[in-house]
């Protein structure tokens, strides 16, 4: 019996939930403060202020409004399905949540008091796999609160993210499939390694030429449509639908958990794109100084959402039908005819 | 009437589109049946901004209705006042000063320009590209600026009256405008850039919504609405009013007949504004009366009222009671920035009007929305709302 307890690695587990914890937060802080830097610089994009009351340049304005949402009247509208209406928003925000232990954020690095510890919760041989298994499961949230509602706006805004999520998350699977050709592995871990040195020439995206850069265009295509951004937020188109899936979730708790779940989303998209195309924490000088990986990995990051923040103020949307036409007559092609080149190239030339 | 679609018949769902809805511009609401996200029959159901502003009209005196008719469509409160003003001055007989005309000119063409910017505006935030919608306010703002210099009002500007402008601009009124006028093409550019050129605006807009020739000749279709079905019809050169004959513009018109024929027209019709407000900025340099000097529009002379009793009653009728206008029925109508705007208006030969009857563009063009959207999807009506460009002040009044 005492050897059963003296074999548990309590330094491990401690140290585990340390990680969790630090990776919850930087879950839950990532829809505060991207949705102030959203705020922001699509007001100066668009010619006005943004938020700039609460706080120093309104920096807590999200938490006010975290706050709001906090305080406000939990209404749950007679005609709806309870149990369900209730359970979508957790069905969303979990799944997004739990990707959170695989962010490979940094190296191994010694810190003080600590000793060496890695910069991420956990690492299993099949990382890969677990985020977009993960993030799959968030599309349920968004059917099930749209059949839940019962109403009409949110039934079409949940019946289009059932089929554009479908759609594009084959396409957007598929496209990895040619850095997975390359790094051999699905160790999200073992990729970000394999990325390491030659100033930035080993990154994914120039690996297998050009196959790397193609999966990387799919990749982000779909990555965008896959968290329902402009130009592909069709489930939430706001002129057609009013507030597509999450019309009846007025402005409490709820709603804040589908809208956690999208910006978590939109982070572990980029995260993904960092770690599988941009060489992850790799950059100048991580060999010496592995503490500046972190600093590079979230630099690398924040590219990827400001992206996000740029295309909402300059593009328009695509209809229904022109992005399922996109999704599966040209993404889903070339993404296959993608992974066939990365083959050829794979086994012809390295 | 819509028969409810039984739940257990058919497939169809019936989804009400507005009347709280940010993308009907107003408060339009659309009953529309839906077969999955297409949509099999459409039907506005309008009446929710009604405020009875022609019944209204009979209760004002002449000069007081211009007031109200700013009022109808409130984004192009300019031409609404000018056509009431033109109608009455035709049964009267009233001829306007040249630099007043030369003023509606400008006002009306500078109220095309806003109004059109809100069209742009909106229409682009329909179909999602939100900052044009920023980029167009911040440019109508500029114009709004020039009607609060002319008039002290920058939305109901009520500037125009009976026999001419209210008042005549203040000094700082033509720099105010030269400059806007400068700057103006540059922002042209910009949109262009933004929205015009952007691959899936196009893709949204093209042959979405498309109305034929002869149908849009058959629904009585009028303004940019119709030249983008390629009927080159513009009241201000068909009939044209206010000494638009001696401007020199061109009428765009395209032939596709779908929304980005129209959307296509509209952006060329701020150019041809553009142009037009040019004009008749040169020629408002030469000062010169902006009333005319009809007995009943002009205020009597100071001097002589202190020694012609007669002369003070007839000020006094002025200011008290109004004039009268001479029995007759008259119609007159202007080219709006929605398309043709008329006033049917009949006289009794009393102070105030006997009926005021608006033929209103928004009303006539809102008819041909159900067979413009029948067959499309959802995404396209929200298109095609945007770009027949109404305004429910308008339909409603």
Known sequence: MSSLFESIDYHYILESLIKILIVFVIGLLSPVSM?????????????RLGPNRVGPFGL??????????????????????????IFAPVVAVIPAFMVGIVYPIGPEVYLPFIGPTTLYVTNFNIGLLYVLAMTSLGVYGMVLGGWASNSKYSLLGGLRSSAQMISYELALSLSLIAVVIHAGTLDLVKIVEGQAGWGGFKWNILALFPAGIIAFMIYLISAIAETNRIPFDLPEA?????????????????????????????????????????GGWNGPFVGQYPLLGPLYFFLKVFFFMFLYIWLRGTLPRFRYDQLMNFGWKFLLPAALFNILLSAVIGIFVY | MLRRPDPLAD????????????????????????????????????????????????????????????????????????????????????????RAQDLRVLLTELNRLTSHLVWWGTHAMDIGAMTAFFYAFTERERVLDIFECASGARLHQSYFIIGGCRYDVPTNFLPLVADFLKEFPKYLGEAKKLVTGNKIFQRRTKGVGIVSKEDAINWGLSGPTIRGSGVNWDIRKAEPYSGYDT?????????????????????????????????????????????????????????LMKQHIDVMIHHFLIASEGFTVPIGEVYQSIESARGELGYYIVSNGEERP??????????????????????????DVVAVIGSIDIVLGDIDR
């Open chain 2, 354 to 379: 006997y009926r005021v009857r608006v033929r209103a563009p928004s009303y006539v063009n809102l008819s041909a929305l159900p067979a413009m959207v029948e067959g499309q999807l959802i995404a």
């Open chain 1, 238 to 278: 706001e002129t057609e639908l009013v507030a597509g899936f999450h019309t009846e979730y007025s402005s409490s708790l709820k709603f804040a958990m589908f809208f956690m779940a999208e910006y978590v989303n939109m982070l572990t998209v980029s995260i993904l794109a960092t770690v599988l195309f941009l």
């Open chain 2, 11 to 98: 497939t169809l769902m019936t989804v009400s589109l507005g009347p709280q809805h940010p993308s009907t511009h107003g408060v339009l609401r659309l009953e529309l049946v839906l077969d999955g996200e297409t949509v099999v029959k459409a039907t506005p159901d309008i009446g929710y901004l009604h405020t009875g502003m022609e019944k209204t009209m009979e209760k004002e005196k002449w000069q007081q209705v211009v007031t109200i008719t700013c009022r109808m469509d409130y984004l192009n409160s300019m031409g609404n006042d000018l056509g009431y003003c033109l109608a009455v001055e035709k049964l009267m007989g009233v001829d306007v000063p040249r």
């Open chain 2, 247 to 303: 401007y020199d513009f061109r009428v765009p018109v395209y032939d596709g007949g779908d929304v980005w024929s129209r959307y296509l027209v509209r952006m060329d019709e701020m150019e041809e504004s553009w142009r037009i407000c040019n004009q008749a900025l040169e020629r408002l340099k030469e000062p010169g009366p902006v009333l005319s000097n009809h007995p009943k529009l002009e205020l009597p002379n100071r001097d």
């Open chain 1, 35 to 47: 949705n102030w830097i959203e705020r922001r610089t699509l007001a100066f994009m668009q010619n």
């Open chain 1, 60 to 85: 807590f304005q999200s938490i006010a409004d975290g706050i709001k949402f906090l305080f406000k009247e939990d209404i749950i509208p007679l005609a709806v399905n309870k149990w369900l209406y």
